[in-house]
T-cell receptor, first 114, second 111 residues
Framework: GAGVSQSPRYKVAKRGQDVALRCDPISGHVSLFWYQQALGQGPEFLTYFQNEAQLDKSGLPSDRFFAERPEGSVSTLKIQRTQQEDSAVYLC????????????FGQGTRLTVV | DAKTTQPPSMDCAEGRAANLPCNHSTISGNEYVYWYRQIHSQGPQYIIHGLKNNETNEMASLIITEDRKSSTLILPHATLRDTAVYYCIVRVNNAGNMLTFGGGTRLMVKP
């Protein structure tokens, strides 16, 4: 596709349920980032991949959050035992590996935990 | 990364230039100034970036002061579609460096 694609667009989960959010980056983009955006705030960094290697996961808020990118393209962010404070928009971004200048973002997945 | 300070909101008349200021007084010598915007219900969109020289592209112009402690993003002819939250970010231009978003400026373009 022409841009970064995320699915689902919206997800409602019951508290305690596990969820999986998918990101299809732009083809050929080696760098992939996940961000979390709470209502009314700017996005906050969660984790970074270079190809299949997760080089930075310092932003993951707890061990309930797990991300993977096994073949260096599609990435999945998994949240186990969701809690209400996990409600947010989860954004994925990709960029060319040797240029950190322009990151392309998807539209995000809006997660609501009830 | 250095922090930035932006006004929380601004208004601009359609067709006029929108000038969005940003202070980054603790910027390091190897940090670039980036601007992104986020239109409602969409992901952030890259606008422009620069190190110390002024930059211009099809979307906007970026003016960086000589001491690099502040910058201004200029949208020369604002349209209603430019209504968005504009984020000024400073970062080292390395592939693995994340973007650190602050609160941004909510620009409202009015007819």
């Amino acid at each position: 596709g022409a841009g970064v694609s995320q699915s689902p667009r919206y997800k409602v989960a019951k508290r305690g349920q596990d969820v999986a959010l998918r990101c299809d980056p732009i083809s050929g983009h080696v760098s992939l980032f996940w961000y979390q955006q709470a209502l009314g705030q700017g996005p906050e960094f969660l984790t970074y991949f270079q190809n299949e290697a997760q080089l930075d996961k310092s932003g993951l808020p707890s061990d309930r959050f797990f991300a993977e990118r096994p073949e260096g393209s599609v990435s999945t962010l998994k949240i186990q035992r969701t809690q209400q404070e996990d409600s947010a928009v989860y954004l994925c971004a990709s960029s060319l590996w040797d240029r950190g200048d322009e990151a392309f973002f998807g539209q995000g997945t809006r997660l609501t935990v009830v | 990364d250095a922090k930035t300070t932006q006004p929380p909101s601004m208004d601009c008349a359609e067709g006029r230039a929108a000038n969005l200021p940003c202070n980054h007084s603790t910027i390091s010598g190897n940090e670039y100034v980036y601007w992104y915007r986020q239109i409602h219900s969409q992901g952030p969109q890259y606008i422009i970036h620069g190190l110390k020289n002024n930059e211009t592209n099809e979307m906007a112009s970026l003016i960086i002061t000589e001491d690099r402690k502040s910058s201004t993003l200029i949208l020369p002819h604002a349209t209603l579609r430019d209504t968005a939250v504009y984020y000024c970010i400073v970062r080292v231009n390395n592939a693995g460096n994340m973007l650190t978003f602050g609160g941004g400026t909510r620009l409202m373009v009015k007819p």
